[in-house]
């Protein structure tokens, strides 16, 4: 529904130079096109607010290109895409249930989760508004936006804190704490090389294929799914270790509770275009441990 909507918008801009918004899409879909083509009668067979949702995103996405925030939206491909499903209350009467070990998805039933206890249960103070199905490198992850009554906020005696992030060292604290740099252990250095021979392997298999004119046998397609496969584990392994690495030290910072935390203000987009040292700072993640730290401060009432 994403690339539709894109698509759909490139034609109305191309003929009558204006923008379609995701309501006035909606609109169209619905009343316009579905009744006069029978073929996507498949589209009213699942909820209507999970493929509104479906367009709002693409519609979030259209205004943070005019906001100069992001490029301009793309097509979703099958194979590059992680969301794959959006489900959402129907109306304020219904309810998502969800146990300790699985949770009903509309129009999929009840879903086995691996990981346990992490949603909350308890219907009556928290309620699952809307979810994502996603996969990523092979695995399936179901995220839920989940309300909840207002939270008390702790005390706060501790010490404030001033943070000084760094390549050298991730991050030095006034109170005389340092945390290293993740990326400089043997764990990740092991990891990053045999990454680097996986994707050696993927490069001289679709040379092979070029050379040879067999890029459309079912053999060769099957053993670069394989081998593209194994690359997205490793990518998805070292995001995983990088970013528990984050939590971790968000965690320790503020679990001291102190009065307020100052972060140092960098400017990444300039420092990025230092090609020598951009893949260490990308790696670093100094955005998303902003952004946590600020998520945790204000959960727990921090400045």
């Known amino acids: 529904m994403c690339n539709f909507y894109l698509a759909h918008n490139k034609e109305v801009y191309k003929s009558e130079n204006r923008f379609v918004s995701g309501m006035d899409f909606s609109k169209w879909l619905n009343n316009d096109f579905i009744p006069l083509n029978s073929e996507y ?7 209507s607010k999970s493929v509104k949702q479906s367009i709002m995103n693409a519609e979030r996405a ?3 290109f005019f906001k100069g925030q992001s490029r301009f939206p793309r097509f979703k491909k099958k194979g590059k895409s992680d969301v794959k499903m959006y489900f959402v209350k129907t109306d304020a009467k219904s309810v998502i249930h969800c146990e300790r070990h699985r949770i009903e998805i509309p129009t999929l039933g009840w879903v086995q989760l691996k990981e346990k ?3 909350p249960t308890n219907p009556n ?3 699952i508004k809307s979810g994502a ?3 990523k490198a092979g695995r399936y992850y179901v995220s839920v936006l ?3 009554g207002n939270m008390p906020k702790p005390c706060l005696p501790g010490d404030s804190i001033g943070i000084d992030l760094g390549l050298k060292d991730f ?3 006034s109170n005389g704490e340092t945390y290293k740099n993740i990326n400089k252990s043997s764990r990740i250095r092991k990891l990053e090389k045999k990454l680097k021979r996986e994707q050696r392997s993927l490069s001289r298999k679709y040379e092979g294929c070029k050379k040879s004119n067999i890029l459309k046998g079912v053999a060769a397609r099957q053993n670069i799914q394989k081998q593209k496969l194994k690359v997205q584990k490793l990518h998805q392994r070292l995001d995983n270790i990088r970013t528990d690495y984050l939590n971790k030290v968000i965690s320790e910072l503020v679990k001291t509770k102190p009065m307020w935390i100052t972060i140092e203000d960098l400017n990444v987009k300039g420092m990025m275009k230092n090609r020598h040292l951009s893949e260490a700072i990308a790696h670093q993640k ?3 441990f902003r952004t946590k730290l600020m998520a945790k401060c204000n959960e727990l009432g921090l400045n």
Do not use: L, M
């Not at 009668?41 to 909820?47: D, F, H, L, T």
């Open 41 to 47: 009668q498949w589209i009213k067979e699942v909820s």
């Open 62 to 64: 259209f205004k943070n």
């Open 117 to 119: 206890g992490y949603i």
């Open 125 to 127: 103070s928290h309620i």
């Open 133 to 135: 199905v996603s996969c």
């Open 146 to 148: 989940v309300e909840q």
């Open 171 to 173: 991050a030095v604290c």
């Open 286 to 288: 100094f955005f998303e």
